[in-house]
């Protein structure tokens, strides 16, 4: 990067530069200058869907706002100010705002549950047994991945207090050729410290050819207290197996009777 003269009443409180060897900077005459470097900016995304952006970002110097450009995902940002004034970044997002001091750091207090991220995950395993010898001695098992986010785009922000867990459900079968349809309701159990929390999303896996996939995935949300700490699982595998179309009459699952929990508060 290379200044050219720099009036002696400006500096630039903040600099980031990334992916280029080489960048060119001017200075401007006394006053504010906005560019934006290297920005993705909204607009028609080659599949023809439009990208969803901030709805409000400025930079606000000594308390006067500057819009600043609509962008995407990633901008950089290079602002000239007075020396010794205060110059803040403040974005807006359906009615939550949050700023970060370009000088000092500082940030506002953080949206409960937005930083730092928590997740975890949880797997519980069934064994099969059956008199029919194509799923006998086969095993599923159900992998969870939740976190938890005060955002989430099909419902908006969470309550005052609360946040969205949004739990990735995996049901993996040991064989081909085989299809399950999870009874979820039945199956489920998860619990968080309200108590039951309902799992009623369609789980399905497989089919009658070899190359059918033998994993299902599905996806719940569920509004849950900012505190919350641990959601305990419990799986007792319920539901229809079929085998070269025909169901299953009988078969038994055995199922990992010790509780996995989903623990936040790592």
């Avoid at 028609?44 to 500057?66: C, R, V, W, Y």
């Avoid at 700023?99 to 997740?119: C, H, K, M, N, V």
Wanted: include cysteine; charge should be negative; glycine fraction near 8%.
């Amino acid at each position: 990067m290379r200044e050219g003269p720099r009036p002696a009443s400006l500096e630039l409180p903040f600099i980031r530069i990334l992916g280029k060897e080489e960048a060119n900077l001017r200075w401007p005459e006394v006053g504010l200058h906005l560019e934006m470097i290297g920005a993705t900016y909204v607009g028609s995304s080659p599949s023809g869907t439009t990208s969803k952006a901030f709805t409000d970002a400025l930079l606000k110097i000594n308390g006067q706002p500057h819009p600043v450009p609509k962008f995407q995902t990633q901008a950089f940002i290079v602002a000239a100010a007075p020396k010794d004034s205060n110059v803040r970044l403040e974005i807006t997002d359906t009615d939550r705002t949050q700023w970060i001091d370009l000088r000092t750091a500082e940030t506002s207090t953080p949206i409960p549950g937005l930083y730092p991220e928590r997740r975890d995950h949880a797997s519980i395993r069934c064994n099969i047994a059956s008199p029919d010898k194509a799923i006998d001695g086969s095993s599923a098992v159900l992998m969870t991945d939740a976190v938890l986010d005060p955002w989430v785009d099909t419902r908006g922000w969470a309550k005052s207090g609360r946040v969205w867990m949004t739990v990735e459900l995996n049901l993996w079968y040991s064989r081909n050729g085989i299809a399950i349809a999870l009874d979820t309701a039945a199956s489920i159990t998860l619990t968080g410290p309200e108590g039951p929390i309902p799992v009623t999303v369609p789980l399905s896996l497989g089919g009658p050819n070899q190359d059918d996939p033998h994993i299902g995935r599905a996806e719940l949300t569920a509004d849950v207290p900012a505190e919350i700490q641990t959601a305990q699982l419990t799986l007792q595998l319920k539901g229809t197996i079929t085998v070269a179309g025909r169901a299953v009459p009988k078969w038994t699952p055995t199922c990992e009777t010790v509780r996995d929990a989903l623990a936040f508060n790592k």
